[in-house]
C-alpha cells in the first residue's frame, strides 16, 4: 500500500486536500489474480461557525486484476457536523456512488449501477481519561443491471480510541452489517432469497516517532455469514506502515 495527499487550502474556515492511494494484492502462484486498486480522493470542509461544519468527500476509484481493467467507481459524500456540546458532534451524511465493470459477465452479475446511503453518526470525546467514542447507522440502497446484486442493507457501527502512553494511540471498530437482496440469486437452487450478515472488526495501533514519521500495525476482520454457501467466507488481513507527513 501507497499513499500520499497534499493540502489544498487551510485556513481557520476553510480546508481542502487531495489524496492518492495505491494498493496492490499480489498472488505467487496465481499472477492473473493479482489485483491493483488506485484511489484518488478531493475532501473538503468549510466551517460555519463554533457548532456547524460542512463537509464534501469526492473519491474516484480504479480496479485492475490480471492486467484487465475490471471496475470504475465514483463517490460523492457531503455530510454536515453539528456540534452539540463541547463533547459531543452529530454528523449526518449522504452518499451517491455510481459504478461501471469492464469484464463481460452474465446479465445476472452486472454490476453496473448506483448506490445511496443514508445515515447518522455521533463522536463522544471524554478529554479527563483520554477516551473518544463513535456509534453510528446507515441504510443502504444498491440498485444494479444484473438483478444478483440490487439489495437494502442496514448497518451499525460502534468504534472507541484510547490515548495511549509515549505518543500512541489505539483505535478499535466493529460494524454489523444487515444485507437483504431484492431477487433470487443465480449461483443458488434455492427458493429463498440471498442474506448476508457481515461483521467487521478493525484494530489499529500508531505511534508518533517525531514531528513527521509515525508507524502504523492494523489488523482487519471480515466475516460474511450468508445463508447462500457459495459467498460465506472469512478474512483476516494483517498491515503495517510508514507514514511520513511534511
Known amino acids: 500500500s501507497l499513499g500520499a495527499g497534499y493540502d489544498l487550502v487551510r485556513t481557520p474556515t476553510n480546508t481542502a486536500g487531495v489524496y492518492y492511494e495505491f494498493d496492490a494484492s499480489l498472488f505467487n502462484k496465481i499472477s492473473s489474480f493479482n489485483r491493483y486498486d488506485q484511489r484518488l480522493s478531493l475532501i473538503g470542509r468549510h466551517r460555519f461557525n463554533s457548532r456547524f461544519t460542512a463537509n464534501m468527500d469526492i473519491i474516484n476509484s480504479y480496479r485492475i486484476i490480471g492486467g484487465d481493467s475490471l471496475s470504475y467507481g465514483l463517490a460523492l459524500t457531503p455530510s454536515l457536523d453539528w456540534r452539540l ?5 452529530l454528523r449526518v451524511p ?13 446479465p445476472a452479475l452486472n454490476r453496473d449501477g448506483q448506490s445511496q446511503r443514508f445515515g447518522a453518526s455521533l463522536f463522544l470525546r471524554c478529554p479527563v481519561h483520554k477516551i473518544s467514542a463513535r456509534v453510528g447507522y446507515s441504510h443502504t440502497l444498491n440498485k444494479t443491471d444484473g438483478s444478483d446484486y440490487d439489495y437494502d442493507s442496514n448497518s451499525m457501527l ?3 480510541n ?3 502512553p509515549y505518543k ?3 483505535d478499535i471498530v466493529y460494524m454489523r452489517i444487515f444485507e437483504r437482496y431484492d431477487n433470487l440469486n443465480s449461483f443458488s437452487q434455492l427458493t429463498t432469497k440471498r442474506e448476508d450478515d457481515i461483521d467487521l472488526v478493525r484494530v489499529e495501533l500508531n505511534k508518533t516517532l517525531n514531528r513527521k514519521w509515525s508507524i502504523q500495525a492494523r489488523y482487519d476482520f471480515v466475516g460474511d455469514g450468508s445463508n447462500i454457501p457459495t459467498f460465506q467466507y472469512d478474512r483476516n488481513v494483517l498491515t503495517a506502515g510508514i507514514i511520513l507527513r511534511y
Not at 95 to 101: A, C, P, R, T, W
Request: charge should be negative; glycine fraction near 4%.
Open 168 to 170: 500512541t494511540t489505539l
Open 158 to 160: 460502534v468504534g472507541f
Open 85 to 89: 456540546t463541547d463533547w459531543a458532534v
Open 94 to 106: 449522504y452518499s451517491f456512488s455510481l459504478s461501471e465493470n469492464f469484464l463481460e459477465v452474465a
Open 162 to 164: 484510547f490515548q495511549l
